[in-house]
């Protein structure tokens, strides 16, 4: 549980916004997207590959 203390002059709105930056920063909604489906670990490292393969292309043509 993230808890986050509003400091005396601070607004909600800024309290919301670290909260929101807060939970970005733990990867929850990542980590349960993930847990959605189980994903063999072929597959996992297949799609590393072929993600590597298409950024290692793209910086040739950048070059």
């Not at 807060?22 to 597959?43: A, N």
Request: charged share 45%; glycine share 2%.
């Amino acid at each position: 549980m993230l808890i986050i203390d509003v400091k005396h002059n601070e607004s909600i709105s800024q309290a919301l916004k670290r909260y929101k930056r807060k939970y970005r920063s733990t990867k929850v909604i990542k980590e349960l997207r993930g847990r959605k489906e189980y994903i063999k670990p072929t597959t996992k490292r297949r799609k590393q590959k072929l993600k590597a393969a298409y950024r290692n292309e793209k910086m040739r043509e950048s070059i």
